[in-house]
């Protein structure tokens, strides 16, 4: 896929080394902005310094494809919340978490979303564009810059529904792993579901770590929670992941939401297990996050132990996943960009 962006972040070594011979440099030249662009993470090519002075002058703001740190929040937890102002004056939010071995950065692939879950903050934003790939490596080196550490994962956990900007997010799956040298393995994408598009991301064989929000055992219950689940029932969801697992040879990850006295019954994990019974998949349980917007409530800790055990029982593969980064609303669903403590 060759690009079209003007901006250079984004490009990948062949495209820059048409790029700077396009600029009447040799082609070896190609490779130093490569470095530069994704190891040294330049925000300009004015601080590279390997081009000669004059080349640098004539270049002037060329666009690198950079965005602003607008606002930075740490959590106590050091979990790190970013606002980050694009081009067009936009701002999305992405966050880094660390721990000993690990960086992690979520990131947002849309500003806002148009999905409108009703227990999801960004949902209740509403929906602006869809962002370009370069947006998308930037939230990366931004974090990489910040935290002064190699970024081991990413999640495509942040702002927005990445299958309605698969073209962007399988280029920026690319970068991270060619030309960031991030394994595809630590790279995880995250989605609600939408027809034909598991199909289509399966049929790209990657070997990222994919993950559906299931967040509901029927389907009644799951178009109150996700709008957009009365266009693709339950029935045909789990089949198309299964056959995204008979493409990729890898396992589905199952998000599961825990909404007090919602979802969160015994009877729901019996449910949930049902459909899941012989499926090479893993369930993870959100205790909710709490956001302004909706009046669900977290369950307690017994309560989700019991609903991890019921689907224990039935042999179901399950963990919890409590988020990091409550403590500057940067968990997962509190991403809004414009609500900052
Ligand atoms: N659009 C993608 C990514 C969303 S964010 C998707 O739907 O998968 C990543 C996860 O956080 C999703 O499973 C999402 O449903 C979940 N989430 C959203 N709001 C939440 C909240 N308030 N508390 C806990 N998890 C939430």
């Known amino acids: 896929m060759i690009s079209t962006e003007k901006t250079l972040l984004g490009k990948s070594l062949e495209e820059l080394t048409h790029w700077v011979q396009q600029q009447g440099q040799p082609a070896y030249r190609g490779k130093q902005l490569h470095q530069w662009l994704y190891q040294k993470g330049a925000r300009s090519l004015e601080e590279i310094s390997v081009f000669p002075k004059l080349w640098r002058n004539q270049l002037g703001n060329y666009p690198v494809g950079r965005s602003k740190i607008n606002y930075r929040i740490i959590s106590p937890d050091a979990t790190r919340k970013y606002l980050l102002s694009l081009d067009d004056g936009l701002i999305i939010e992405a966050v880094g978490i660390p721990t000993t071995k690990r960086l992690t950065v979520c990131v947002s692939s849309q500003v806002g979303c148009p999905i409108a879950c009703d227990f999801c903050a960004t949902g209740k934003r509403g929906y602006d564009r869809n962002l370009k790939t ?191 980064g409550l403590g500057a609303n940067a968990a997962c669903g509190q991403l809004q960009s414009s609500r900052l403590f």
Request: net charge positive; aromatic share 6%; proline share 4%.
């Open 134 to 324: 370069h947006e998308i490596v930037d939230q990366v080196l931004t974090v990489q810059e910040d935290f002064q550490r190699r970024v081991s994962h990413v999640v495509f956990m942040g702002m927005g529904e990445p299958l309605l900007n698969l073209e962007a997010v399988i280029s920026a799956v690319k970068i991270l792993n060619q030309d960031m040298h991030i394994s595809q393995r630590s790279l995880t994408i995250s989605t609600v579901g939408l027809p034909q598009k598991i199909i289509r991301l399966a049929n790209h064989n990657l070997q990222v770590t994919f993950a559906v929000s299931l967040h509901a055992s029927n389907q009644v219950l799951r178009e109150k929670l996700i709008p957009s689940a009365i266009s693709y029932p339950i029935k045909q969801l789990l089949e198309d992941c299964r056959q995204y697992i008979a493409i990729t040879r890898r396992r589905v990850t199952f998000e599961y939401i825990l909404l007090e006295g919602v979802n969160d019954l015994p009877k729901h994990a019996i449910e949930l297990a049902n459909h899941l019974r012989g499926f090479q998949s893993h369930v993870n349980l959100i205790p909710y996050n709490p956001i302004e917007e909706a009046n669900y409530k977290r369950p307690n800790q017994q309560k989700t132990q019991n609903f991890m055990n019921v689907l224990q029982q039935h042999k179901i593969a399950v963990s919890v996943r409590y988020s990091r």
